[in-house]
């Protein structure tokens, strides 16, 4: 590894941190990823945040990997694999880490400091440049969309989700009551709109637009409001199995980050 000595922490592996893993990955970095034991993911099959329950998952010629304890993830990182840690704190590692990027996207921050490592950078809305992060990227899509922000913060959240194939809030799914969520069909299968996907303790959950099943949350529990499902009205199978462009813009940012305040002008 070109930075075998600089190890990357990535609090989050959904989607769209992925990509983040991915490009650090590319570039030479160790990385470890830090993820809830239950993750939120909804779009799975691009997500490394799956080796949770999987135990070993491969995207795009990442191999990620579930370890039990920091000491494991370092070890794995430095082999050439992505070690991911069912952590929701920031737990002590062995050696000096280089940088905590927090990919949760959360849209606010949860935790994050400026004392978490040397250099912190926060992807989206929530952080703050010299409050609680060294630097931001952007996560909204548009012009800005990957952008580096070393003053301020970045773009509001707008609450409304970015439209894909001329679609917007029509093409994500949110569980109407809380229970025990089940599903009848796969990522990637295609559906119209009424279409059954699958059912909340016998409610029934119906494909709100016509599309390909681009994104299930894992089945069990759920409360009301969180969102369960995605589709995409592109009908693009692949795209179901391919890291996002937007995903990978983000993590071009985040190298771009890491490599300036390597580099002293950050």
Known sequence: MLFGEQLIVV????????????????????????????????????????????GRFQIDGLTAVRVESPADGVEVARSGQIPVLASPELPVFPGQITAVVDARLAKRNIDTSLKDAPFVLGLGPGFTVGLDCHAVVETQRGHRLGRVIFDGSAAPDTGVPGVIG??????????????????????????????????IDGAVIEAPIDGVVRGLLAQGEVAVGLKIADIDPRADRSACFEISDKSLAIGGGAVEAVLVWLGGSG
């Open 166 to 199: 001329g679609e917007s809030a029509a093409r994500v799914v949110r569980a109407r009551e809380s229970g025990s969520l089940s599903w009848r069909l796969v990522i990637g299968e295609l559906v119209v709109a009424g279409d059954p996907l699958g059912d």
């Open 11 to 54: 609090r989050g592996g959904g989607d769209l941190a992925t990509g983040t893993v991915f490009r650090l990955h590319r570039a030479g970095f160790p990385v470890i990823v830090l993820e809830l034991d239950r993750p939120l993911t909804i779009r799975r099959t691009v997500a490394v945040s799956t080796a949770i329950s999987a």
